[in-house]
């Protein structure tokens, strides 16, 4: 219904949740197809970034209502360099591949609510690599055509600064 009128903005918020695999399969197919004939532009809003990451050309990560790391797709999901985002796609590659460790499969605790943000960086609390300066808003780094919001970004080594 929502594409019927060939809309140019479609904001698609989990839509194949709870859905069954094949279905699944059929909603992304329809939607890439109207993102590529009728230029739709998709904001895709989900959980898992792996889900459906070859359909997508940029990828912002976001926590506790802020966007922490954003760059292509390609380079999120080969270089990541939030911890978050580190973590977010190290889970999904262990749940796959039960053999793999690493340090970073599951941060402790929850999401913080919106109105309790701990000082500093919002995920300070659950972060492996939280030190003193965290507890000042994170610098936006900028590299290789994204941005991330850390004062301790991982794996930058050959990641060009802008
Ligand atoms: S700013 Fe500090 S606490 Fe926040 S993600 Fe980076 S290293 Fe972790």
């Known amino acids: 219904m929502a594409l019927g009128r060939k809309p140019k903005l479609l904001i698609a918020d989990e839509p194949i949740a709870n859905m069954t695999t094949i279905s699944q399969l059929q909603i992304l197919r329809l939607i890439a197809s109207f993102n590529k004939n009728s230029h739709t532009t998709v904001l895709y ?5 792996t889900q459906v990451g070859n359909l997508l050309n940029r990828i912002n990560v976001v926590y506790a209502g802020s966007i922490i790391e954003s760059n292509s797709t390609v380079q999120i999901l080969s270089r990541p360099h939030h911890p978050y985002t580190i973590s977010m796609i190290e889970i999904v590659a262990s749940y796959l591949n039960q053999s793999k460790k ?3 499969k599951f941060l402790p605790g929850d999401s913080p ?15 492996p690599f939280a030190d003193r300066e965290c507890n000042h808003t994170p610098p936006i780094i900028k590299y290789k055509g994204g941005t991330v919001a850390c004062h301790f970004p991982q794996n930058m080594e050959n990641s060009n600064n802008d």
């Open 45 to 49: 809003i989900c959980n898992d970034i």
């Open 102 to 104: 690493t340090k970073f």
């Open 113 to 127: 609510e919106l109105g309790k943000l701990p000082i500093g960086c919002p995920l300070g609390p659950r972060c």
